[in-house]
């Protein structure tokens, strides 16, 4: 029997070592208190809300979900299980830290029901209002909650008086207040309403998904459950209309004036003190995004800038926004790189790039990559040149109010993160990580290779000699947009390392299409996801394998999950001189069938553009397999359905060509969590590759 404390159910258990680490920092104006999420240790998947007071260093729980709910498990709605998908969110209790401008009062749902703690105080109560709670946020002042229930934005009072209407939709299939899908899973826009400074109104998203295709996800192991149907915009198909009101607390309303035909998507919203309210929308093509400012007063737009792209233009996190003296910020492609502009000047030079503003005051905090690709930094510009505030290598990410920082950094030299509080340039606290101590050496290479320097990383088995001989390789890549996999952080690696050391060679490669190297590597997929990232792939093996003779090319397996699982199928079918066996997870088959802002982003309309579509998807290459080729797909999967692995299994089977298709039901886009089943399920992989590879155990 496998052993009870192995490190894949430990990786399992502790959702990949994460759990335990601090999360979601909220830091008051005044630097006296850091709010901030944090399990009891490194196996718990309750999340407890603390506070550390930066002028004693007392360290509190303040609000604990073992408390609050006794020994009651919590019951999640199906909305609340949604917005968890969508956020990839596994953890459990207390996941939401929105805060007032003070950073006094704290809002949070915890199994359905709408909890308020107050930092001075300590008192945390639980208030009588309509459930199940989605989203709850007070307001600047910390006079009132907002929250979603049942489609409808309400509010109530800090004390639980008051709980009213603000919003509600006008019949089924339509909501007030929430992000609907695309904005969740692909413009990384969660919520669907945002607070007026002073607290006396609401600018809030309207969604109307009557004209949306309806999909239907069934539990063909629970033959008795119905069908879960969910309303998902494929590519080429409706998506869910979106306009903006104005909503007083006293009842008045306006409806914000913008054109949504031409420019359908609400990518961004900003409202603060620094000026009116901003909106981003961008037009369906993705080509051109507006920065508009909005009169509250009358919800009529004027446009402020105006962004073109021959391919399309980046969504970044944290802009458009106001800085506090009314300058705005945004993030523009120039120069071969993403740069910080305020007030219509670029604040940084082309060395970097730009990936996100974290926090706008006088000045702007970001994240950025310099010439390493590997290591995010965190920055501080406006007026004067950019200074770095993370000072180590790394992956760093901060949060700051007033002049106190909380930069959180994850290091290849350390498990989990640092957690450094800083006033100014000085440390003035650390708090502490309860994440677990992963029980395996990394044998870790960082490379740059091959004539676009692709950045990989090889991973050997401890203990490995080269008088051993060469190693079976396993291509382990994400491969596409939005994700890297070589980073200069440890936990990135931990899972691969135990894949070599059951005697492989395991390399990931982060080709063109992924973050940090700037507009030109990211748009070189536009319109050849299957070219230009299969190419990269087998540029990166065959480089490495060129001066390192530990690899065994004549033993080459692939696998990955999501974009990765579409890769591995198409490096078995496209190019099975290079690749022996593959093992795709979760993979897009047909790009028809995934969603219309991420597909038509890259790919274009299907009717505008069909033999695109044709070239980039695998069921016509169905006939073309002869290499071993395992399919794993979670039957529940509402983002990557999972008709994708079944109409590519069909079409093999049509083709008499033989694979293996494993169905795992009840699991979504995310991977299994029990600790049993997580280890089984990698343990069964493990075999069918030495199976599929002819290598020994």
Known sequence: MPNETSFLRLQARTQRFTLGSPREFRVAPDGSRVLFLRSASGEDRRHILWRRDLLTGEEVRLADPAELLGDGAEELSAEERARRERAREQGGGVLGNNTDDAVRISAFALSGRLFVADAVSGEVRGLDTESPVLDPRPDPTGAQVAYVSGSALRVVGVDGTGDRVLAEPEGPDRACGLAEFIAAEEMGRSRGYWWSPDGTRLLVAHTDRR???????????????????????????????????????????????????????????????????????????????????????????????????????????????????????????????????????????????????????????????????????????????????????????????????????????????????????????????????????????????????????????????????????????????????????????????????????????DGRGTPGRGPAWERAVHLDFAGVTLADQVDALQAVAAERPELDLSTVAIRGWSYGGYLSALAVLRRPDVFHAGIAGAPVTDWRLYDTHYTERYLGHPDESPEVYAHNSLIDDAPNLCRPLLIIHGLADDNVVVAHSLRLSSALVAAGRPHALVPLPGVTHMTPLDDEVSENFMLMQLTWLRDALGVSR
Request: charge should be negative.
């Open 211 to 509: 004209a949306v295709r309806r999909w239907h996800i069934a539990d063909p192991a629970n033959p008795e459950a119905p069908p879960h149907t969910v309303s998902y915009p494929a590519a080429g198909t409706e998506n869910v209309f979106v306009w903006l009101a104005v909503i007083g607390l006293d009842g008045s309303r306006v409806e914000v004036d913008w054109d949504g035909v031409e420019l359908p998507y609400l990518a961004t919203v900003h409202w603060s003190a620094g000026g009116p309210p901003l909106i981003a929308v961008q037009s369906r093509d993705q080509r051109r995004m507006q920065v508009r400012w909005v009169d509250p007063a009358t919800g009529t737009t004027e446009l402020l800038h105006e962004e073109t792209d021959e391919q399309w233009v980046d969504i970044v996190p944290g802009v458009p926004a106001w800085t506090t003296d009314g300058r705005l910020v945004r993030v523009s492609t120039r120069d071969g790189a993403y740069r910080l502009v305020v007030d219509g000047k670029e604040v940084t030079e082309p060395n970097l790039q730009v990936r996100s503003v974290l926090q706008v005051g006088a000045d702007v905090l970001f994240t950025a990559s310099e010439e390493d690709p590997t290591q995010v930094h965190v920055f501080r510009g406006g007026d004067a040149a950019p200074v770095r505030v993370s000072t180590v290598d790394g992956v760093h990410g901060a949060a700051r109010g007033g002049d106190v920082t909380v930069l959180t950094s994850w290091r290849l030299s350390h498990s989990g993160p640092r957690i450094q509080v800083l006033h100014g340039s000085d440390e003035i606290a650390e708090i502490a990580s309860f994440a677990v101590t992963p029980p395996i050496e990394l044998n870790l290479r960082l490379l740059t290779v091959g004539e676009r320097a692709l950045r990989a990383a090889l991973l050997l088995p401890n203990g490995y000699r080269p008088e051993d001989g060469p190693l079976p390789v396993v291509l382990d890549p994400y491969g596409g947009p939005h994700a890297q996999r070589v980073l200069a952080s440890r936990n990135a690696f931990l899972a691969a390392q135990w894949l070599a050391d059951q005697g492989f060679a395991v390399l990931i490669a």
